[in-house]
């Protein structure tokens, strides 16, 4: 088998060089290897345990890639003609030709597909990426399979109140939810339960509709998350105290993590969410069908299997005490942020828009609202309009003023260095890693350290 994939490997490298010399594009590196070498061991794997894991969930194209780099596309039925053929069921093209970023689920000609950057620094291994990529293969099957069950509405997030009642009673929740998942006396268990579904009723009272929005989180990221953690449990090569320690630290460590505000707010309610399918899945046979079967939150399908009662909660005050401090400083830390953003070098660009361009995308993770109109964007924004006009923006930060919701931008402010900026021809074009804007449109001012420009649409 390793003899077999050595000259594969050879193979790949050979064909992926000689286009290079023709096309200009970038040579494969060592980290490149490790993926072409084993995403069919993966996809093997997924297709033998995606029924144990979750009951009926179907395999979709997966695509790897790194950011400058290759781009693996497999099992795809129309792979872009750009592509090279490697073997029945994987192609090799550039990550550049799809603008492919993050962990997600994208069309590709048309097949929606799961993807996953494997040359970000975090990952430790290929079993953290390929755990991740059965995550978001869960997640095609969700979108093409379950369409009851809707995706969360990340504008919601960044309105989500800032509440420090609220932010000490989910800390207490957050922490039963984590003791109910090992507790293995039934009196505790009930105990806790009881708890943690009291604390659920008291922050509704704080927070109200926005309970709504965590659990669409939990209904979609819970069971994806679960499956992530299933699949890196089964295949992981670690040592049993090395892969104990990432499962608790990746997946249950949001838990028991203190956040306020609405800082990772959305991968706390992800471990929420994978946390209730964990306590399913050790209670109930083939509730996976029946949940997906239903029209039900997963929170409302979990309290309708466990049935919990309300009960007076002894909270310690330290937990509204800690958030009263902690909260606050969340709120003035969106004013360092900005002001950290506004400070930085370079030239302070500002596009404005008469009509909204179009949304493409953004990282929800990575987002900060400043205030109701200001959103910094840490990572990841890309906004289009007609003709060639683009913003693709990554890994960078990046300020959009809104009207009323995310979707609707009306200013872009950017800072890019002088020589990356050129303006002529009523055209606009800002060039440097991680910033690319092409844009029509009309100069408006220009000093020596800033510039306005009214975009076309």
Not at 29 to 40: A, F, G, M, N
């Amino acid at each position: 088998m390793m003899k077999m994939k050595i000259r594969i490997l050879a193979l790949l490298l050979a064909v992926w060089f000689n286009t290079s010399l023709i096309q200009g594009q970038e040579q494969l590196l060592p980290i490149d290897s490790i993926y072409l070498t084993s995403i069919d061991d993966f996809y093997k794997k997924a297709e033998k345990v995606k029924s144990e894991i979750w009951t009926g969930m179907k395999l979709a194209p997966i695509c790897l890639f790194r950011v400058n780099g290759p781009a693996l596309l497999y099992n795809h039925p129309s792979p872009p003609e750009s592509f090279i053929k490697v073997s029945d069921s994987l192609y090799l093209g550039e990550q550049q030709e799809l603008q492919l970023f993050g962990a997600t689920q994208v069309e590709i000609n048309g097949t929606l597909t799961a993807i996953v950057d494997y040359g970000l620094a975090h990952y430790s291994g290929q079993e953290e990426v390929y755990a991740e990529l059965f995550h978001e293969l869960h997640h095609v099957y969700q979108r093409n399979f379950v369409t009851q069950i809707q995706f969360d509405n990340p504008a919601v997030l960044l309105v989500y109140p800032e509440n420090y009642l609220n932010d000490g009673l989910k800390l207490f929740e957050q922490e039963t939810l984590y003791k109910l998942c090992f507790e293995g006396d039934s009196s505790s268990f009930r105990k806790l339960l009881n708890q943690f579904y009291s604390c659920r009723l008291a922050r509704e009272q704080q927070i109200g509709d926005f309970m709504k929005y965590e659990e669409t989180v939990e209904n979609m990221e819970g069971p994806a998350f679960y499956c992530e953690y299933k699949f890196y449990e089964q295949y992981s090569s670690m040592s049993e105290l090395l892969k104990a320690n990432y499962i608790e630290k990746h997946f249950f460590g949001a838990l028991t993590t203190p956040y306020y505000g609405r800082k990772s707010l959305r991968h706390r309610h992800l471990a929420a969410g994978m946390a209730l399918c964990y306590l399913l899945d050790k209670h109930f046979s083939n509730w996976q069908a029946a949940y997906y079967s239903q029209d039900l939150s997963l929170y409302d399908f979990f309290i309708d299997k466990f049935a919990p009662q309300k009960l007076d909660l002894a909270m310690d005050s330290v937990y509204v005490q800690l958030s009263k401090f902690h909260t606050n400083r969340e709120l003035m830390g969106h004013q360092h942020s900005f002001h950290n953003f506004i400070s930085q070098a370079g030239i302070k660009i500002t596009l404005s828009f008469d009509q909204n361009p179009q949304f493409k995308g953004f990282d929800p993770m990575h987002a900060e609202s400043l205030n109701d109109s200001t959103i910094l964007h840490k990572t990841f924004l890309k906004l289009s309009g007609s003709r060639d006009n683009e913003i693709f923006i990554t890994h960078n930060e990046v300020v959009t003023i809104i009207d009323k919701e995310i979707w609707f931008v009306k200013k872009v402010i950017l800072f890019a260095p002088e020589a990356a900026i050129s303006i002529k021809n009523n055209w606009i074009e800002v060039d440097v890693e991680g910033k690319k804007v092409f844009w029509t449109g009309k100069l408006k001012m220009r000093t020596d350290n800033e510039l306005f420009f009214n975009c076309d649409i």
